[in-house]
């Protein structure tokens, strides 16, 4: 009965190597996105997506696609990995729209290293 | 650019005594406030909120307090339990912004209860 749920927990792969992460919600929540913690363990958003629309923070490479095949999934296909891709990935969904205030709700993350 | 800054990565505390976290943001556009409680290996929690409104909001044994002026906003959990030990995130957002820019995250404080 879990909320938000990641596959997979964790991740070793290589450079240059293409990989998704998959990111499900059971609360019938309307808005998806990821964040990413990185070494320094700073949580930033990433993406956000809300009835089919992407809000993508500019910082994020484009190698950093999200795929939504339906309202309750929000997936993360990364291109030619580097090394400064290792982190854990969160998935997070909230009921209303993004910039709204309702609470946001975790998946487990997924930490992903690039070797 | 640290938006969000929380400068004690550990506190310490006594069970039964008062743990006060702090926070302090930077973009004045933060109108809405959270704190997140983080377990290793799981997703952050939502735990309490404060609008910017808003100067205190209490839930049970946790108190949140913003300081607009100060740009500072505090976490008091009285009394202090095991169970609180954890990592907990400061989190901002701006309600009234158009177009979804997230939760800004700050750097997370360990928090651990001695017995």
């Known amino acids: 009965d879990t909320a938000v749920s990641q596959t997979p927990k964790y991740l070793v792969t290589q450079m240059g190597n293409d990989k998704s992460i998959k990111c499900e919600q059971n609360?019938?929540?309307?808005?998806m996105y990821w964040y990413k913690q990185d070494s320094k363990k700073f949580l930033k958003i990433m993406f956000s997506y809300n009835n089919k629309e992407l809000i993508i923070n500019e910082t994020v490479p484009n190698r950093f696609s999200p795929k939504s095949p339906d309202k309750a999934h929000l997936n993360l296909h990364i291109n030619s990995l580097e090394l400064g891709d290792s982190a854990v990935y969160f998935c997070?969904?909230?009921?209303?729209?993004?910039?709204?205030?309702?609470?946001?709700?975790f998946g487990p993350g997924t930490r992903l290293t690039v070797l | 650019d640290q938006q969000v800054k929380q400068n004690s990565p550990s506190l310490s505390v006594q069970e039964g005594r008062i743990s006060i976290l702090n926070c302090d943001y930077t973009?004045?556009?933060?109108?809405?406030f959270l704190w997140y409680k983080k377990y290793p290996a799981e997703g952050p929690t939502f735990l309490i909120s404060i609008s910017s409104i808003k100067d205190k909001n209490e839930d049970g044994r946790f108190t949140v307090f913003l300081n607009k002026s100060a740009k500072h906003l505090s976490l008091h959990i009285v009394p202090s339990q095991p169970g609180d030990s954890a990592v907990y995130f400061c989190a901002a957002q701006t309600y009234s912004g158009g177009g979804a820019d997230g939760l800004t995250f700050g750097k997370g404080t360990h928090l651990i209860i001695q017995p």
């Open positions: 997070a969904s909230s009921f209303g729209l993004a910039h709204s205030t309702d609470t946001q709700y």
């Open positions: 609360l019938g929540h309307d808005t």
């Open positions: 973009n004045s556009m933060f109108d809405y």
